[in-house]
């Protein structure tokens, strides 16, 4: 793991919007976000020009300091100086992740939907977003999780910073707050579904 994030949480975002670049409708709400808000870039089809494809929007996020986070690929993390890695769960490199080559103060962020993935993401992330907490416009056939599970999962990783993602927006976020999360991270939340 990547020095203790606790030390730095005064630089963390407590909000994040989960960005793919191919979607248009996400394009207005890319560029009107405050540099208060962080941005993970993610493609569903993790086609291999992706990192090229967002030079643009890594540009736009450096030149108004937003913090991002490059996914799938140390060497893009590292080339643009990325807030952070992120990668998913079953990410078939994730046990090469501590040794890589990040830039410094580098995070290692990833999604967890069960205390499976939460054993293997332990040994690597530094930031965790617990998901899906509620139910989502994204992904509206996927159950969100119990209370139980929740709170299971935030006492697991209560040396990481957890965050909560899959439905999650300003009002909500209240009532899981309380379960140790420091934010939350999502897309219908920034567009204001």
Same mark, same amino acid.
């Given at each position: 793991?990547?020095?203790?994030?606790?030390? =730095?949480?005064? +630089?963390?975002?407590?909000?994040?919007?989960?960005?793919?670049?191919?979607? +248009?409708?996400?394009?207005?709400?890319?560029?009107?976000?405050?540099?208060? #808000?962080?941005?993970?870039?993610?493609?569903? +089809?993790?086609?291999?020009? %992706?990192?090229?494809? #967002?030079?643009?929007?890594?540009?736009?996020? $450096? @030149?108004?300091? #937003?913090?991002?986070?490059?996914?799938?690929?140390?060497?893009? &993390?590292?080339? $643009?100086?990325?807030?952070?890695?992120?990668? !998913?769960? *079953?990410?078939?490199?994730? %046990?090469?992740?501590?040794?890589?080559?990040?830039?410094? @103060? &580098?995070?290692?962020?990833?999604?967890?939907?069960?205390?499976?993935?939460?054993? &293997?993401?332990?040994?690597?992330? !530094?930031?965790?977003?617990?998901?899906?907490?509620?139910?989502?416009?994204?992904?509206?056939? =996927?159950?969100?999780?119990?209370?139980?599970?929740?709170?299971?999962?935030?006492? %697991?990783?209560?040396?990481?910073?957890?965050?909560?993602?899959? /439905?999650?927006?300003?009002? *909500?976020?209240?009532?899981?707050?309380?379960?140790?999360?420091?934010? %939350? /991270?999502? #897309?219908?939340?920034?567009?204001?579904?």
């Amino acid at each position: 793991m990547h020095q203790n994030n606790k030390n =730095q949480k005064s +630089d963390l975002p407590k909000r994040w919007f989960f960005f793919n670049p191919t979607i +248009d409708l996400n394009h207005r709400v890319f560029y009107n976000l405050s540099n208060k #808000i962080g941005v993970v870039f993610f493609n569903t +089809d993790r086609n291999q020009n %992706f990192h090229i494809k #967002i030079q643009p929007f890594v540009q736009w996020c $450096n @030149k108004k300091q #937003i913090k991002f986070m490059i996914p799938y690929s140390s060497f893009w &993390a590292y080339r $643009n100086s990325a807030y952070g890695f992120f990668t !998913d769960s *079953n990410y078939s490199q994730n %046990f090469k992740l501590p040794n890589l080559k990040l830039p410094k @103060k &580098a995070f290692v962020a990833t999604k967890v939907h069960s205390l499976k993935e939460a054993r &293997a993401a332990i040994k690597y992330a !530094d930031i965790i977003f617990i998901t899906p907490i509620f139910k989502t416009l994204s992904h509206p056939k =996927q159950t969100p999780m119990s209370r139980d599970i929740l709170i299971k999962l935030c006492l %697991f990783f209560k040396e990481q910073m957890i965050f909560g993602l899959g /439905g999650v927006n300003e009002y *909500n976020f209240k009532f899981v707050k309380k379960y140790n999360l420091y934010g %939350f /991270g999502g #897309i219908s939340n920034f567009r204001g579904e």
